[in-house]
């Protein structure tokens, strides 16, 4: 993989899955620490940085309007439901440790479980010239496993960097 060509999509670090008193942290927390998924996340992130890849944010934010717009179902209707991403409150903001820095992108709309749908995603690749993508962030088994799939279907390299994941269970990383 050459850096220009590749992109970093870091999925939902945010402070509802990250930090304790976030609205699922519960649930990852006992994987967060196993895999050491935050301080993995950094390294990968400043890593390719410094080579020149791109470094994707794709934060889960619900808003009012998709509530009005979508009928919820599934796992999404569960966090939904728990109030966990709501636009504009401390869980759903990204976590300290990986803030967006100067060059980063954000994915904007993401409201389902993959990365790419009625979202920005594809737009940024695209005008990156981005060939592969390496996948880190949450929960494994669902938003990560989604976007890597569709980032396949579509054509891209795919990559996903397992110790920067973290689930529910380690039997699902």
């Given at each position: 993989m050459k850096a220009k060509e590749t992109a970093v999509v870091l999925i939902e670090f945010q402070n509802d899955f990250c930090k304790e008193g976030g609205k699922l942290h519960d649930g990852v927390?006992?994987?967060?620490?196993?895999?050491?998924?935050?301080?993995?996340?950094?390294?990968?992130?400043e890593g390719a940085r410094k080579k020149g890849a791109t470094i994707i944010h794709s934060p889960f934010v619900?808003?009012?309007?998709?509530?009005e717009d979508h009928q919820m179902k599934g796992i999404v209707k569960a966090v939904a439901d728990g109030d966990?991403?709501?636009?504009?409150?401390?869980?759903?903001?990204?976590?300290?440790?990986l803030k967006p820095k100067e060059g980063d992108k954000v994915v904007g709309g993401k409201c389902t479980l993959c990365g790419f749908n009625n979202t920005n995603l594809e737009?940024?690749?695209?005008e990156g010239k981005i060939k592969n993508v390496v996948i880190g962030g949450f929960l494994t088994n669902f938003c990560v496993e989604s976007t890597a799939r569709t980032a396949y279907d579509k054509g891209y390299g795919v990559t996903i960097m397992k110790d920067a994941t973290a689930a529910f269970d380690k039997f699902l990383c």
């Amino acid at each position: 993989m050459k850096a220009k060509e590749t992109a970093v999509v870091l999925i939902e670090f945010q402070n509802d899955f990250c930090k304790e008193g976030g609205k699922l942290h519960d649930g990852v927390k006992g994987e967060i620490a196993r895999q050491n998924t935050i301080p993995n996340a950094m390294k990968l992130a400043e890593g390719a940085r410094k080579k020149g890849a791109t470094i994707i944010h794709s934060p889960f934010v619900f808003n009012e309007k998709y509530f009005e717009d979508h009928q919820m179902k599934g796992i999404v209707k569960a966090v939904a439901d728990g109030d966990a991403f709501r636009e504009g409150t401390w869980g759903a903001e990204i976590i300290d440790e990986l803030k967006p820095k100067e060059g980063d992108k954000v994915v904007g709309g993401k409201c389902t479980l993959c990365g790419f749908n009625n979202t920005n995603l594809e737009n940024l690749l695209k005008e990156g010239k981005i060939k592969n993508v390496v996948i880190g962030g949450f929960l494994t088994n669902f938003c990560v496993e989604s976007t890597a799939r569709t980032a396949y279907d579509k054509g891209y390299g795919v990559t996903i960097m397992k110790d920067a994941t973290a689930a529910f269970d380690k039997f699902l990383c």
